[in-house]
């Protein structure tokens, strides 16, 4: 078999899993759907007791693939979107990333988060735009995983901090491009076991110093 | 002759070219160097009456294919070059574009602009860097002109505010960003050449709004 039949062979197995949202979790305030399959999403959507404050569902092109309409189905009952440029790309059928946005807006998500890896990450939300860069690494050793880590730190930030204005969001975007930026300079989940809270605050640092400007506006 | 052809007899002919520097410009703070010929740009340096506060060069592959040593020895000379990643790969034989400033720095310039055509600029200076993104824009009719749009944008800002720390070089490169995106929006200089001040500041706030945000450090 080639890569690409073992990943559609480990997907279809996925698609097999049941998960069962344990009664503790069926109210919470924040839920994010990993990348699976449409159907698995929603139905954990649909074991929750009330409807969280914010869905995050994070998705790739094999779902886009094999299970449109399930996907399209899923979509149209969450809050925030994080997907890649290709596959805004390949989603919307619009190469601008500005109208890929707009169209995804248009299918549900008030949020559309779209990952550029090492280019950093865009934030829309209706007429709004936010982007947080990728910081600028020596060396990326494994990038396997950063997505993930992306979007763990985005949605963990959120819940923290029990707060899903735009503003927050902004911050939610930079935290994770943050957890991110660390999980790529070890193997697999090596460098994220071993981190402290101190690198991760000595690394926001970096990121306002990577990006804020003071210039005068008229 | 293919377009490769084409390219290489037009740019041996500007090699041709002997720019003279009025004496009205040989006192000039900052010099410009647009991408030409490495022998004509030295020559314009050395028509200079002063060392001016800030050179700045502009260069491509073309050079570093066909004339490297005299395209090092003008790097040599000069305090900020502007460059796209490829080439700024190409110039080090670093991958990673923050070794690839490290190696360009040794070089010479103590400024490294790396440019990344829709993903934005960086500026590395030492241990500092700082990144521009590109306003992500609904469509792209023809980025012709953008890369030296930018270079003149922020060579012009630097020059008109009589500033070259590292802090208003950021907000050159933001300038240089922003001037760029009206070059794209039409074909050549159609753009450029309606453009009005107000539109400048009214952009500006869009860059704000896409790149700031506010957390809090620890």
Redo the contacts between chains.
Sequence with gaps: MNSRDTLVTELNTLADFKPVVPNDFKDADILMLGNLNPSVQLSVIQQMEKRPKLIILDTMNFWMDNTLEDLKEVIAEIDVITINDEEARQLSGEY????AAEKIHSMGPKYVVIK?GE??A?LFNEK????A?AL?????FDPTGAGDTFAGGFAGYLASTTNISF?NM??AI??GSNLASFCVEQFGTERMQNLKKEDV?QR??QF????????E??
């Design positions: 601008s990333l500005v109208k550029k280019h950093g865009l709004n735009v936010f982007f860069p600028p690494l020596e060396e990326v503003e902004k911050r930079i935290h605050a926001l640092h306002k110093a990577l990006t804020q400007f003071n210039i506006l008229e």
